[in-house]
């Protein structure tokens, strides 16, 4: 055997193997870990408390999401709602695809948004992790949701923002302590 296509084998597995993977060790690292912190916001004139955590995890292909949040309702009920998401690096530097569902050939795939599905990614700047969602409601409205979490000294700082339209509808900010 020759040794130019053990040379082309040796290439192919550092340009799909181990390059992706140290590309994902640089943007996930710093994040992994589990957050919780809780913020005061007023929608609609009326002043609201909601508790928050999330848990960032490394997975073999990527990283799962995972995040509660619990609403304090005025009249004394709570509303609690959990989130789990997988990512995968997508062929973009530092942008992550969600990986929600399986196609035919059992690869994990981001849902459809024509078919009232979100579409969700993932992206690294600096020391902000971003996670978009894309709605379309049988309109053909959309709704953005964003979710900014900032490295800081003992946490992340959290920005959310939902938009309808190009509107914004609701932001909320926080401080998220590391928990472990």
Known sequence: MSIFPRF????????????????????????????????????????????????????????????????????????????????????????????????LFGKAVPLDPLAGEPFVWARFEDDTFSVYSLFIDESGAYEVQEFHRTLIDGGLDLVFLRMRDGETEREIRTTLQRLD
């Open 8 to 103: 082309l084998r040796s290439l192919f597995v550092l340009a799909f193997v181990v390059i992706p993977s140290i590309g994902l060790a640089e943007g996930i690292d710093r994040f992994i870990g589990k957050y919780a912190g809780h913020a005061d916001y007023v929608t609609d004139g009326v002043a609201q408390k909601r508790d928050m955590s999330v848990a960032i995890e490394k997975t073999k292909a990527g990283f799962l999401l995972t995040w509660v949040s619990v609403s304090y309702k005025s009249d004394g009920r709570t509303k609690e709602k959990t989130y789990s998401i997988e990512f995968v690096p997508s062929s973009r530097e530092n942008i992550y695809q969600s990986a929600m569902k399986s196609n």
